[in-house]
């Protein structure tokens, strides 16, 4: 691949990055920066074929990666307790308050649903808001601390670190009305849920799991050495799941249903592991037919999908934060100020 454009966000201080999004004709990337002994964060919608910028919109306080729908309107949180709706053109739609409490990424549900959990001290609910007025619909009480949401088939489920050290609790809420359908406490910390049809993959301190979204039920687990922690988002495809790690390693699992004379059960699988210096930032992306994933001292780096065997690399400048969005044959990377877009070639 080659690189195509560069962006910088101009003037800031101690600026990060949050994953790169595309919407119909942008790639949208949120970033946060020291303002007057503070925080100020900028949404800025980028044409992704030249990088030249469509539109920016700033925001008083640190936001989170945004979320978009077909119509190219963009949704963001912030750590004041909004979450804010933009149109294509960064026209402001609304403003939905939810008390005054960090707020985690929102998590889009259907065709007329935000979600958003707290985060943070003092966290202790989810909340369910309109996408065209942004008003709420429903709070449900997850009594915690909640890291990413994953939703399917009507479920929503999310980890709750639950307040006074209580543990940590995978929650199953129904859509429609935030009524708790079933709770998995676990005595290891859990993170970012990923929905595959009926199964809830979620990374854990030591171990990857899967769960079932009806019920709750452990289906399997792949036990990690040296308890390491899967504290990343990460990415399915086909049978196989890619995650890296907090020990800087990116590693490769695979999803097997196993026949007996009774009943098929799933399992989890080790296929392979390899180092990236510095660890990962963001997610795995699958980038044609290769696994990208993002490095702090590495930059961009293509692995073999079904050996971990690396393939090239690509140059970025260091920073904070950051991720991958592969769109249309482009590979979009984010780190620091800097964002940068490579194409076919």
């Given at each position: 691949m080659k690189l195509n454009w560069s962006y910088r966000l101009p003037k800031e201080r101690q600026v990060g990055a949050r994953v790169p999004v595309a919407s119909a004709e942008a790639v949208l990337?949120?970033?946060?920066?020291?303002?007057?002994?503070?925080?100020?964060?900028?949404?800025?919608?980028?044409?992704?074929?030249t990088g030249e910028e469509r539109w920016r919109t700033t925001i008083p306080h640190v936001i989170t990666e945004p979320v978009t729908t077909?119509?190219?309107?963009?949704?963001?949180?912030?750590?004041?307790?909004t979450?804010?709706?933009?149109?294509?053109?960064?026209?402001?739609?609304?403003?939905?308050?939810?008390?005054?409490?960090?707020?985690?990424?929102?998590?889009?549900?259907?065709?007329?649903?935000?979600?958003?959990a707290?985060?943070?001290?003092?966290?202790?609910?989810?909340?369910?808001?309109?996408?065209?007025?942004?008003?709420?619909?429903?709070?449900?009480?997850?009594?915690?601390?909640?890291y990413a949401l994953a939703a399917n088939n009507g479920r929503l489920v999310h980890a709750t670190?639950?307040?006074?050290?209580?543990?940590?609790r995978l929650h199953c809420v129904e859509r429609s009305s935030g009524r708790?359908?079933?709770?998995?406490?676990?005595?290891?910390?859990?993170?970012?849920?990923?929905?595959?049809?009926?199964?809830?993959?979620?990374?854990?301190r030591g171990s990857l799991r899967a769960y079932s979204l009806q019920t709750g039920e452990l289906l399997a687990r792949l036990d990690l050495e040296d308890q390491e922690a899967i504290d990343g988002q990460m990415l399915v495809s086909d049978d196989r799941v890619y995650f890296g790690t907090d020990?800087?390693?990116?590693?490769?699992?695979?999803m097997q249903n196993k026949r007996s004379f009774f009943k098929t059960r799933l399992s989890l699988e080790s296929a392979w592991q390899a180092a990236c210096e510095g660890g990962i930032r963001g997610r795995p992306a699958m980038a044609g037919n290769a696994l990208a994933v993002l490095s702090l001292e590495d930059g961009i780096v293509f692995l073999e999908p079904s050996t971990g065997q690396r393939l090239s690399v690509l140059k970025m400048p260091k920073g904070d934060g950051g991720g991958l969005l592969y769109d249309r044959e482009w590979l979009h990377a984010s780190m620091g100020r800097e964002v940068r877009a490579f194409g076919p070639g």
């Open positions: 990337v949120a970033f946060h920066y020291d303002k007057a002994d503070f925080y100020e964060s900028a949404l800025v919608a980028l044409d992704r074929t077909p119509d190219g309107s963009a949704y963001v949180s912030s750590f004041s307790g979450v804010h709706a933009f149109g294509s053109n960064g026209e402001k739609l609304w403003d939905g308050r939810c008390g005054d409490r960090n707020m985690g990424k929102p998590c889009l549900v259907g065709n007329d649903r935000l979600v958003v707290e985060a943070g001290g003092g966290a202790s609910r989810t909340w369910c808001l309109d996408v065209r007025t942004g008003a709420v619909v429903w709070a449900f009480e997850n009594q915690g601390h909640s670190v639950l307040a006074k050290g209580a543990g940590v708790s359908l079933w709770a998995v406490d676990s005595t290891e910390w859990i993170f970012h849920p990923v929905v595959q049809d009926q199964t809830v993959l979620i990374g854990a020990a800087g390693r990116v590693r490769c699992a695979v």
